[in-house]
């Protein structure tokens, strides 16, 4: 791909394109593991080329567990990104993430049950760190794009993935308040996972769009609640995007591209042909 995005955005519920791109191209790629949710449109933002994905597919048609997240983070790797800031929805589980409020989690418990969580298998075994799931150096920089717009913004908190694509029952929801949970969302496992595998940094910009189901004062959760938070909130996420590409460093100064140097177990000679094929783009640089 040339001219290469360093830079990716996944738009989640209510947020299916990027304002403000120039020198925009669609790429309709392919990938080893199917095809990404819609085509990656590219250009120019704030001075730097970004790449965006549409999650839930044009018009929102792919539920959570439907999601292809691995032809989604690789077609993303194909695109040379070496950073992505994921949009996403959520309910607050706790009094002071209010509904209109931005958050960047620093914490992720993965509640889901039915999702291919990794790229790796079929021969060849790899066990990477995620004990910080959320690249820290791309979490701070987005915490401080999001600040400049005004917006009011907190830092920090566990997001717990559930399945979905329902709404929590409330002995579900005050059981993850009991547990320390921060966020609830449907969508950020295995994201998160499958870009520390393919070295990509990775941190979440989530818009409180509700308190769940355990709030006894507050309305419980429901579509028309959340796309109306969405639909305020979907200006100051262009804008947060557009601070973070200009201030960009090109260079990162994390850890998270190195994530495989001493995550590959196997020997690489009983790796199948198929298998270092099928993965080369991710650790050819390692089996050479």
């Known amino acids: 791909m040339n001219p290469q995005a360093k ?34 449109v590219s250009g120019v933002l704030s001075g730097t ?22 032809a989604n983070i690789y077609a ?53 760190g995620v004990a910080d799931p959320y690249c820290p150096e791309l979490s701070e920089k987005l915490y401080l794009a999001c600040k400049a717009t005004g917006a009011t913004v907190h830092h920090g908190g566990a997001v717990i ?46 818009h409180v769009t509700d308190y769940d189901v355990w709030h006894i004062e507050e309305e419980p959760v429901s579509v028309e609640a959340v796309i109306a938070v969405l639909s305020r909130n979907t200006h100051t996420a262009q804008q947060a ?5 200009k201030d960009l460093p090109e260079k990162r100064g994390c850890e998270c591209g190195q994530a495989l140097a001493s995550a590959l177990i196997t020997d690489p000679g009983v790796i199948p042909a198929e298998t270092r094929q099928k993965l080369d783009l991710l650790v050819g640089k390692y089996l050479k």
């Open 49 to 70: 080329r970004v790449a965006f994905l549409a999650r839930h597919g044009r018009g929102h048609h792919i539920n959570p567990s439907e999601v292809n997240y691995r």
């Open 76 to 128: 993303l790797k194909l695109m040379g990104a070496e950073r992505i800031v994921s949009i996403s929805a959520c309910g607050s589980l706790r009094e002071d993430y209010a509904p209109g409020d931005l958050v960047i989690p620093d914490q992720l418990f993965d509640l889901t049950r039915e999702r291919k969580r990794s790229f790796f298998g079929e021969g060849l075994v790899a066990h990477v």
């Open 161 to 206: 993935t559930v399945e979905g694509p329902r709404f929590s029952t409330k002995a579900e929801s005050n059981t993850y308040r009991a547990w320390g949970m921060s966020l609830i969302g449907m969508t950020t496992s295995p994201e998160a996972f499958l870009a520390r595998e393919a070295e990509i940094c990775y941190a979440v910009m989530s």
């Open 241 to 245: 995007v557009a601070n973070l590409a």
């Open 7 to 40: 830079l990716a955005v996944i738009g989640g519920s209510g947020l299916y394109s990027m304002a403000g791109l120039s020198e925009i191209e669609e790429h309709d790629l392919d990938t080893p593991f199917g095809k990404p949710s819609a085509p990656v």
